[in-house]
């Protein structure tokens, strides 16, 4: 896989912020050098979000985010300023963009103190119009001309030094792999793997095992016993699909290492400790307990739908049969999550660290668990205790 073929969510996201008009499309294009984003002297001409997966020299592979102005005005505007802080969640690095036109900085200021992001970097752009006072917004800071090119390249190096590493380790498989290892991979061919394609968790754990020098071996449910009997003693790995987890964990012997794909995204993308944390609160549920289900992508509805169908039909069987269950696809997660009782999210491989990190810290204010697909399986089917992280 070159770095051009990466997936989004192993890519730094750059979310640009800031007023209407204050030259962030056009400091995203002068980045870019590409015409990313409408460039107009007319405030509000960018409504909704704009992202580009591209490369950029002296920064790699990224995705950039062009917002609209946070100071948009009326009820579309709060649409529009709410769609802002959506795209903010999945930030690694938001540049606030100030302009050099104005002398006051302090609605930028208070606006970024409202994120949720560890990684600010202001930026004031039009140096070529106006004289710029950098002392007073808080550090990193720096000033450009997107319209000259003033200070571009010191912009980049500074994006490099607040960006996290995306490539390097951590991986998918932590310190579950090491070079020579066999790993068996179970992987149900069914309504969520279109024939002729494997999904998105499958090939991304796959790739990372070829790269670090281990051996897949890989089998679906039904041929799982034939896979075990062609191995020369236990594998250093079992890998499973969430939904056959306890059919797996049945079939294999106990002292056989196991997890499953999502579990090792949750390790990878979230906090594993309070993922496990929140799944054991699992059993205090009771009738009328509010439980969000949360997926990253949308997609059609099937009968094997593991957010509407399998883990509900597990709640219900296992705890109680009048939990009531909410789900919500891609974007649409409340900022406020405290009417539930638990949150139960998806793998997330649609979705980088800080998106996932994003949401966990919405239900930590809200005081709501959050919990993760395969970590919920594991503990309905009575194997969390048996399976690695």
Same mark, same amino acid.
């Given at each position: ?7 989004? /969510?192993?890519? +730094?996201?750059? %979310?640009? @912020?800031?007023?209407? &008009?204050?030259?962030? #499309?056009?400091? *995203? !294009? ?59 969640? /999945?930030?690694? +690095?938001?540049? %606030?963009? @100030?302009?050099?036109? &104005?002398?006051?900085? #302090?609605?930028? *200021? !208070? ?65 579950? %792999? ?212």
């Amino acid at each position: 896989m070159s770095m051009n073929e990466l997936h989004s /969510s192993e890519r +730094v996201h750059i %979310v640009f @912020v800031g007023k209407r &008009n204050s030259g962030k #499309s056009s400091l *995203i !294009n002068a980045i870019t050098g590409q015409d990313i984003s409408i460039v107009s002297n007319t405030p509000g001409t960018t409504t909704d979000a704009v992202k580009k997966v591209m490369e950029i020299t002296g920064l790699g592979p990224c995705v950039v985010v062009d917002t609209a102005g946070f100071d948009d005005i009326g009820d579309l505007g709060a649409m529009r300023v709410e769609k802002t802080h959506t795209a903010v969640r /999945s930030a690694d +690095v938001v540049l %606030v963009v @100030v302009s050099a036109e &104005n002398d006051d900085y #302090s609605d930028e *200021i !208070n606006f970024a103190k409202s994120l949720n992001c560890e990684n600010i970097i202001y930026v004031i752009n039009k140096t070529d119009l106006a004289k710029v006072d950098l002392e007073k917004l808080p550090e990193p800071k720096i000033a450009v001309s997107a319209l000259t090119g003033e200070g571009l390249s010191e912009l980049i190096e500074l994006i490099k030094k607040y960006s996290p590493e995306k490539i390097a380790e951590p991986t998918i498989t932590g310190n579950l %792999v090491k070079n020579g290892d066999t790993v068996l991979l179970v992987m149900p061919q069914d309504d969520s793997a279109p024939k002729g394609r494997l999904i998105l968790p499958q090939v991304q754990v796959i790739r990372e095992l070829l790269d670090k020098g281990a051996n897949p071996i890989c089998a679906t449910l039904e041929s799982l016993p034939t896979a075990m009997d062609t191995l020369k003693g236990a594998p250093d790995l079992v890998i499973t699909d969430s939904q056959v987890f306890g059919k797996v964990a049945d079939i294999i012997p106990a002292d056989w290492r196991l997890t499953s794909f999502s579990v090792l995204l949750a390790g990878y993308k979230g906090d594993i400790g309070a993922f496990v944390a929140a799944a054991k609160t699992i059993d205090k549920l009771k009738a009328g307990s509010r439980v969000l289900i949360a997926e990253a992508c949308s997609h059609t509805t099937t009968d094997a739908d593991i957010a509407r169908v399998k883990i509900p039909s597990l709640l219900h069987k296992k705890v109680n049969p009048d939990i009531e269950i909410t789900v919500a696809s891609g974007n649409d997660f409340p900022e406020d999550v405290s009417g539930y009782d638990l949150v139960i999210h998806c793998g997330a491989c649609m979705f980088n660290r800080a998106h996932v990190m994003a949401r966990n810290e919405i239900c930590r204010r809200s005081g709501v668990p959050m919990t993760n697909y395969g970590v919920a399986i594991a503990h309905l089917t009575g194997i969390l205790d048996r399976v690695v992280i």
